[in-house]
């Protein structure tokens, strides 16, 4: 994997959510660092709001320590996102579950 520079856009994986920042795994062996400072120009009352454990997603590359392979990165006025999670909803909400719900109790009950 070429060599990652200040001002790069990576993608990384969520490895952890603490009250102080975001920690990503990057596909090169890296390891990132998203402090709750670089989140948003916003106050930022719980970085728990902003990303999932496990969820991929992308960020600039502020500093990159080669000897430790760690990086400081942002997501403070920038796209971090690689999909809209709202998309990925059903539009009906509950409505399918709570059609087939009789259904699935009634196939139980004959077992």
């Known amino acids: 994997m070429p060599k990652v520079k200040k001002g790069d856009t990576i993608k990384?994986?969520?490895?952890?959510?603490?009250?102080?920042?975001?920690?990503?795994?990057?596909?090169?062996?890296?390891?990132?660092?998203?402090?709750?400072?670089?989140?948003?120009?916003?106050?930022?009352k719980s970085v728990f709001d902003y990303v999932e454990l496990g969820e991929v997603i992308r960020a600039k590359v502020l500093e990159v320590d080669e000897d430790d392979k760690k990086i400081k990165l942002t997501i403070k006025n920038f796209d971090y996102r690689l999909e809209d999670k709202k998309e990925l909803e059903d539009k009906n909400g509950f409505s399918p579950l709570r059609e087939m719900l009789p259904k699935w109790i009634e196939e139980y009950e004959k077992k």
Do not use: A, Q, W
């Open 12 to 44: 990384g994986k969520v490895t952890g959510i603490e009250n102080y920042g975001i920690f990503l795994l990057l596909d090169n062996g890296y390891s990132g660092l998203i402090h709750i400072s670089e989140i948003s120009d916003k106050f930022v």
